[in-house]
């Protein structure tokens, strides 16, 4: 008898999801993963379990680059946290993404182009000073790290984080 009410349950929760009038709670449309809003409602029944009344954010990712190397990620945090943080500290980080180049940068090492010598083989990357020099900056703010010498690559806590930055600013 109990599988039968928790069956009947979970049916009605179904349904309820599916008739929920996404535009009238604020949400933005699925992408690519269907109708549901699976994270949004996970992380509904974590806030509610916790008793985060603010609320709170999640992002999350399982990629697999070019090159062939998987990454998942996920990171959660409530939302007063947030708000009560210094966001002064996060300026650096941001600074260090606000160039174009050190983008390009950062793309071509998550294909696999990892050592100086490629990087400066780029087009309009700037010279092998130049490029060091922005190679320093994502080195500083945690962006990359030296692997070995003369060889990058983007530390595994922050593929997803920088690939979920760039999808929130497209």
């Given amino acids: 008898m109990e599988l039968?009410?928790?069956?009947?349950?979970?049916?009605?929760?179904?349904?309820?999801?599916?008739?929920?009038?996404?535009?009238a709670v604020g949400s933005a449309?699925?992408?690519?993963?269907?109708?549901?809003?699976?994270a949004l409602e996970g992380l509904r029944r974590l806030l509610a379990g916790a008793g985060a009344a603010d609320g709170g954010v999640l992002f999350t990712g399982a990629v697999r680059l070019p090159t062939g190397e998987?990454?998942?990620?996920?990171?959660?945090?409530?939302?007063?946290?947030?708000?009560?943080?210094?966001?002064?500290?996060?300026?650096?980080?941001?600074a260090a993404l606000g160039n174009p180049?050190?983008?390009?940068?950062?793309?071509e090492i998550l294909g696999g182009r990892r050592t100086a010598a490629e990087l400066?083989?780029?087009?309009?990357?700037?010279?092998?000073?130049?490029i060091y020099h922005h190679l320093r900056q994502l080195?500083?703010?945690?962006?990359?790290h030296t692997a070995t010498r003369g060889r990058y690559e983007v530390p595994?806590?922050?593929?997803?984080?920088?690939?979920?930055?760039?999808?929130?600013?497209?």
């Avoid at 180049?101 to 793309?107: A, I, K, Q, T």
């Fill in 4 to 23: 039968e009410q928790r069956v009947a349950e979970l049916e009605r929760r179904i349904v309820a999801l599916e008739s929920t009038d996404r535009e």
């Fill in 29 to 38: 449309p699925a992408v690519g993963l269907g109708d549901e809003f699976w």
């Fill in 70 to 94: 998987r990454y998942e990620w996920q990171e959660g945090a409530l939302t007063e946290g947030v708000l009560d943080t210094d966001w002064a500290r996060a300026a650096e980080c941001f």
């Fill in 101 to 107: 180049v050190r983008l390009r940068l950062l793309r």
């Fill in 120 to 130: 400066t083989e780029l087009d309009e990357v700037g010279t092998t000073g130049q």
């Fill in 139 to 144: 080195t500083g703010a945690g962006w990359l």
């Fill in 156 to 170: 595994a806590g922050r593929v997803v984080p920088l690939l979920v930055m760039l999808a929130a600013a497209a």
